[in-house]
Nanobody
Framework: QVQLVESGGGWVQPGGSLRLSCAAS????????IAWFRQAPGEERMGVSC????????WYEDSVKGRFTISGDNAKNTVYLQMTSLNPEDTAVYYC?????????????????WGQGVQVTVSS
């Protein structure tokens, strides 16, 4: 049974940091691309970052470049999103998603499996 479970969300003041985790079960990260998407109220779900551990492929959405870092731990079958210099515009529900293959697609509809989402709130 394929499952993705996010954790690490919460409230943080502007300029703060959070680390999100996406624990995968039922499949190996070696054969999948894992992406983080986020969705703010009233907005479409958009890609934040993606990693393919097998070949090192990755990308970041422009607004998070230099602030967010995606990484993976094969031994724990977990992908992380380290978020720094957070600002209120980063407030959203963050989802991790898995796509079989190593291409790290950009669009939500290309992903096969999704986690339940975790809330990130940045405010003073």
């Amino acid at each position: 049974q394929v499952q993705l479970v996010e954790s690490g969300g919460g409230w943080v003041q502007p300029g703060g940091s959070l680390r999100l985790s996406c624990a995968a079960s039922g499949f190996s990260l070696d054969y999948y691309s894992i992406a983080w998407f986020r969705q703010a109220p009233g907005e479409e779900r958009m890609g934040v970052s993606c990693i393919s551990i097998r070949n090192g492929n990755s990308w970041y959405e422009d607004s998070v470049k230099g602030r967010f870092t995606i990484s993976g731990d094969n031994a724990k079958n977990t992908v992380y999103l380290q978020m720094t210099s957070l600002n209120p515009e980063d407030t959203a529900v963050y989802y991790c998603a898995a796509d079989r293959g190593w291409l790290c697609p950009n669009w939500p509809h290309e992903y096969d499996y999704w986690g339940q989402g975790v809330q990130v709130t940045v405010s003073s």
